[in-house]
């Protein structure tokens, strides 16, 4: 059901899904509407790979939640949770010890910074969906926190998780057995908006600490306007969690 999942989101969502629509328009050239495919997809593909609309598509939901203040931050009672985003699996460079992706890595140093110094445990939360018998994502992040000064004795693995829902369900039923409700939950910008309503929904009350975000903070540039492959990923960031939300709130 994962892997079937993936693959669906892969064909619609781009570049799988201009490509496919590309094909469609290519096939049908000589008709009308194979133009009005092919020339659209063409159009969306630029549109989609350069910063400004990258940007008009994911600050709705990288600004959602403030950023957290790191001064001031009563953390009684309360526990992070941080969100797994990938692995890099056995990286050379490191003797084939998995490595969090991008987005993994900047949660967990997120993570680190907001638990360092503060008397607070902290939950790595992530499986290995496509790889069931390798090391799950909070194995990973649990071992790179340590290294970014978090206490060993202060970090716990929740790794049986597949998608956002279940790193929700598997974390709440932890924490409701020690009887915490309260979490400073830890994810990419984008993310945020879809993972903190999968754990409001399990009872939590949940402290947005957004972090990873993708668009710019800088003005724009004239080569911000030529197409990149990194706005177009970012851009299928972002039509990934609105279609995450839409499947979550249909759903669930």
């Known amino acids: 059901m994962f892997f079937a999942t993936k693959a669906l989101a892969l064909l619609i969502l781009p570049p799988g899904g201009l ?8 096939i049908f050239f000589r008709r009308w509407w194979g133009k009005v495919i092919l020339f659209s997809s063409i159009i969306l593909l630029y549109a989609l790979a350069i910063a400004p609309v990258r940007d008009a598509l994911i600050q709705p ?4 939640t403030p950023p957290l203040p790191l001064t001031g931050l009563d953390t009684k009672n309360t526990v992070v949770v941080v969100l797994g985003g990938g692995s890099y699996q056995q990286p050379p460079e490191y003797q084939k010890q998995n490595l969090p992706s991008k987005a993994g890595l900047m949660r967990t140093l997120y993570g680190a910074e907001i638990a360092r110094n503060r008397d607070v445990d902290v939950y790595l939360s992530g499986g290995s969906p496509l790889e069931p018998y390798a090391e799950s994502e ?19 693995v929740e790794g049986r998780s597949l998608n956002t829902f279940e790193n929700a369900t598997h974390i709440a ?14 994810s990419s910008a984008s993310h945020l908006p879809r993972a903190r309503l999968c754990f409001e929904d399990q009872g939590l009350k949940v402290i947005a600490a957004p972090t990873d975000y993708l668009s710019k903070q800088t003005p724009y540039q004239l080569l911000d306007y030529l197409p990149n492959a990194h706005a177009l990923a ?3 960031t972002a039509l990934h969690e609105y279609l995450g939300l839409l499947w979550y709130r249909l759903r669930y």
């Not at 490509?19 to 290519?26: E, L, N, R, W």
């Not at 939901?61 to 959602?64: D, F, G, P, R």
């Open 138 to 156: 909070a194995m990973t992040m649990q071992r790179w926190i340590i290294r970014f000064g978090v206490a060993a004795e202060r970090t716990h």
């Open 61 to 64: 939901l990288e600004y959602a």
């Open 173 to 186: 039923a932890i924490l409701k057995q020690q009887h915490m409700e309260r979490i400073i939950l830890v």
């Open 19 to 26: 490509i496919v629509s590309s094909f469609i328009g290519a």
């Open 234 to 236: 970012d851009s299928s």
